[in-house]
């Protein structure tokens, strides 16, 4: 082999060493047995891709302690199904084929193609609570997105006024939240679900939370439409936020959910703040 080739088998062991460590590490906190078998499941399949690669190189390495521990936080923050997902993608295996290195080496392909369909199976059955009330985390944001971006466009052309939009939008926002959370409480009840009072918080937490985001540029700016537009702004960075999580954690579609998400809020808004000025412009009505 070159030392090209050489030299890429090494990066490839050293990242294998890391995810195993790494995942060794988060194992020992993971109370719930389930989800600690996995995770030192997926520690032994690193360390399998780092022996394999250790066979090519002849040389032993070390896990990179720093790096490792910036990459466990991240995991703590973010949770372990995101996390994981998350650096699998991204540290992903820098050598797509290893045949392409050296024709020789072509029975590794097979063999890490193998070893990673089993991680990937091993990922999904990580079982996060965070994930499982996702749905209603969708509802609670999703609802308070179309809602007060459309409410906040029509208050903003009918008072133009930045502290009495702000009020009422909050006032709107607290009121809406707690309808939801009771909405979908009785929905999960009704459906014989045990977790209704968790679903319900999780929605109302979700709503209430981008609420306060949504509202804080009329508490910040004095020009209500620059206000207005700084909140459609950030209408649009939590629904990227939101669905990338989504997208990595529960492997959808980012770009379709995330453009889906967008265009009705900002749709629902546009269409507010037309039906301000007609209102306004025919009633005649000014606060």
């Not at 047995?33 to 996995?38: A, D, H, Q, R, V």
Request: aromatic share 10%; proline share 1%.
């Amino acid at each position: 082999m070159t030392k090209t080739t050489i030299n890429k088998l090494l990066n490839e062991q050293q990242n294998e060493i890391d995810a195993c460590a790494l995942y060794k590490k988060v194992a020992v906190l993971i109370k719930d047995e389930k989800n600690k078998k996995t995770m030192e499941l997926i520690a032994k399949d690193e360390y399998k891709h780092y022996t394999r690669l250790k066979e090519l190189t002849g040389r032993d390495i070390k896990a990179r302690s720093f790096r490792v521990t910036i990459h466990f936080w991240f995991i703590q923050i973010f949770g372990l199904t995101f996390g994981i997902k998350l650096l699998e993608s991204v540290e992903s295996k820098g050598i797509k084929s290893y045949s392409e290195l050296d024709r020789s080496l072509k029975y590794m392909d097979e063999i890490i193609e193998d070893e990673e369909r089993h991680e990937t199976e091993l990922i999904e059955m990580l079982d996060e609570e965070r994930l499982k009330y996702v749905g209603a985390v969708v509802l609670g944001l999703n609802d308070a997105l179309v809602e007060l971006t459309g409410a906040l466009a029509g208050f903003t052309i009918a008072f133009q006024d930045t502290k009495l939009i702000g009020l009422t939008g909050l006032i709107t926002g607290i009121s809406a939240s707690f309808s939801m959370a009771a909405s979908e409480y009785l929905a999960t009840r009704h459906e014989g679900g045990d977790d209704a009072v968790k679903s319900s918080l999780y929605t109302g937490l979700a709503y209430v939370f981008t609420v306060i985001f949504l509202i804080l540029p009329f508490s910040i700016v004095s020009n209500p439409f620059v206000a207005l537009g700084v909140t459609l702004c950030i209408a649009v960075l939590i629904i990227l936020g939101f669905n990338f999580y989504i997208a990595v954690a529960k492997g959808y579609n980012f770009k379709i959910r995330f453009l889906e998400m967008a265009a009705i809020s900002l749709g629902v808004a546009g269409l507010s703040f037309v039906i301000g000025v007609l209102i306004k412009k025919f009633i005649g009505v000014d606060i």
